[in-house]
């Protein structure tokens, strides 16, 4: 707990071996639960999560985005933690991401990956097409986001039930962020963390078509809404 307040980490996975025994290795005391969504993975990931203590749902459809969502439908604490399985999100920003969030009475804090403190932690391929992505959807969206696809959000359970998300797969990532800006009842909110290199090998397999469809999403948003 936190100020009193219960904490859920959401963790999404499929076949994360080798970086989930990492990250809930460091999982701080505070943590009241541990939860993975699984979609079915093949090696010893369910193994590791029961090891430690970590429930289990497994997702058999596929996506992040569905994965987040079945999620959601599974957290019953006052607040939510979204983080990865490979360790790039370091567990030790989470108290002071928590307690900002109760002192400035944020329901939806994304935690922003830049400015980076290890460069080597995102390619600059990656970060160049960060950079573009959150810039178009500032301007077409009038909103001020640092970092438009960071998976670690501090979300408080009363704000789960105002998002109307559409999305299943990677693209889950950037519509919350719009939807929560979009939404007086969310709002949108941003705090810097140290973001780390990965544990293991990405299973980003094609990172420029991933980009585009990603453009073509935010420019549909904003036309057709949804």
């Known amino acids: 707990m936190i100020n ?72 019953k604490e006052d607040w939510l933690i979204t983080l990865d399985a490979d360790g790039t999100y370091p567990t030790s920003e989470i108290e002071g991401l928590v307690k900002y969030a109760i002192e400035k009475n944020h329901k939806f804090l994304s935690a922003s990956r830049f400015p980076l403190d290890d460069k080597n932690a995102i390619s600059q391929r990656n970060f160049l097409g960060n950079t573009f992505i959150t810039w178009i959807t500032n301007f077409l969206f009038n909103t001020k986001m640092v970092d438009g696809s960071s998976g670690m959000w501090i979300i408080h359970i009363s704000a789960l039930k105002e998002f109307k998300l559409q999305r299943n797969d990677w693209l889950f990532s950037n519509e919350i962020k719009i939807v929560a800006a979009l939404n007086p009842k969310i709002g949108f909110h941003e705090r810097a963390i140290n973001f780390m290199p990965r544990f293991g090998e990405t299973k980003v397999r094609n990172p420029w078509g991933i980009g585009l469809k990603l453009l073509l999403y935010i420019f549909a948003k904003k036309i057709f809404g949804g």
């Open 4 to 75: 009193n307040q219960t904490i859920c980490l959401l963790i999404p996975t499929l076949n994360e071996e080798e970086g989930l025994k990492k990250v809930l290795g460091i999982i701080p005391s505070y943590i009241d639960r541990v939860l993975i969504v699984d979609g079915e993975s093949t090696d010893k990931t369910h193994e590791i999560a029961k090891e430690f203590g970590a429930d289990i749902v497994v997702e058999p459809r596929r996506g992040y985005g569905r994965a987040m969502k079945t999620g959601f439908e599974n957290v």
